[in-house]
């Protein structure tokens, strides 16, 4: 068995530019992943046959599985006549703004590159990866990115200075399609992504903190406004700054120092049912 890690990721800005002809949005997001990770196990099987096993019984096990659908492009597109048994051990919340799918994805393709020996690039693999899904690509790189386009179009950038990262989710889950289309862009508040690209360039926390920023946040709290509770919780519990992820309904606290988590961490138990603790994975990925 071949074992692959998927990471989750948080956007540390996301701001969307308009809408495009073919429905998607146009997107300018900073990208970081961050050390909360599903586990993809990967093994030939000689009937040609894709086949998922997961520790969690809510995400599809046919071909609605992103991890299914990276496995099937590529049978398809390099001709492999092996099949494969994908078991994933799930530990991001799904649904969550966490894009723990897209990291199956990811970590799926990485993985049976090597099972299969079929030796594309990390370049070929992210654009493999963009036919699945928008983030597919920026999780095949992790690290920290600039992602445009629709989010596929990935340029690796500076990682944030050492911090750590709460991760609170309450209990319901997001369609990432229903918040991209509840958007109406002239009532939102752009975040700054050039002041953020700086303060990743130049280190400095304090400014990283000052320029998170997400436009959908202002969709997913009218649907939702119990994630604006647990934003003003995280904040009074001490983080230095506060964002929903994504599409949500994941929001994070950042810190600068390990001794302040704690605080944060059993302040959002009371809330939440899922809350992590994290540190943020500066590196970017390459091939095994
Ligand atoms: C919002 C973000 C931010 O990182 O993450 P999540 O909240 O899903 O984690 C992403 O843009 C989500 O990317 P991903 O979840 O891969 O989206 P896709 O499967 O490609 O698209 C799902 C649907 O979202 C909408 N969509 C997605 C991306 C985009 N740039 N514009 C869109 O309008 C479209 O309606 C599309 O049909
Ligand atoms: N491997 C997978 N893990 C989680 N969800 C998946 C997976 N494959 C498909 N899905 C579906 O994708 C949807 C979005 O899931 P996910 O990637 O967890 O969230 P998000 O897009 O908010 O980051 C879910 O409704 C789920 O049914």
């Known amino acids: 068995m071949l074992y ?7 956007n540390l800005t ?32 000689n009937d040609g046959n894709i086949h998922i096993v997961s520790t969690n019984g809510f995400i599809p096990s046919d071909n609605r599985n992103l991890a299914y659908q990276a496995a099937q492009l590529l049978k398809d597109t390099y001709g492999v006549k092996e099949g494969v048994t994908i078991t994933i051990e799930k530990e991001i919340p799904i649904a969550a703004g966490l894009a723990g799918g897209s990291s199956d994805a990811a970590a799926t393709l990485k993985g049976l590159n090597e099972l299969w020996n079929l030796n594309l690039s990390i370049d070929t693999l992210a654009e493999l990866g963009a036919k699945v899904g928008s983030d597919v690509s ?16 990935i340029q690796n950038i500076a990682s944030p200075p050492p911090c750590w990262v709460v991760l609170a989710k309450p209990k319901i889950g997001v369609s990432t399609a229903q918040v991209y289309g509840g958007l109406s862009l002239d009532e939102v508040e752009h975040p ?3 002041q953020m690209l700086q303060a990743l360039e130049s280190g400095d926390y304090d400014l990283m903190c000052e320029s998170v920023g997400n436009v959908l946040e202002s969709v997913t709290f009218k649907l939702h406004p119990e994630v604006v509770m647990i934003k003003e919780q995280m904040k009074r519990f001490g983080a230095d700054a506060v964002l929903m992820s994504g599409s949500g309904p994941t929001v994070f606290g950042i810190v600068d120092h390990e001794s302040r988590i704690s605080r944060i961490y059993n302040g959002l138990r009371g809330f939440c049912d899922e809350v992590f603790a994290v540190r943020l994975i500066g590196e970017r990925n390459t091939l095994a």
């Open 192 to 194: 700054n992504t050039k």
């Open 138 to 153: 920026f999780c095949v790189y992790g690290g920290t990115a600039l992602a445009t386009g629709r989010g596929e179009k």
């Open 14 to 45: 996301l701001d969307v530019l308009y809408k495009r002809p073919d429905n998607y949005h146009e997107v300018e997001m900073i990208m970081t992943t961050v050390d909360l990770a599903d586990r993809i196990g990967l093994e030939n099987r």
């Open 4 to 10: 692959v890690k998927a990471p989750a990721k948080i």
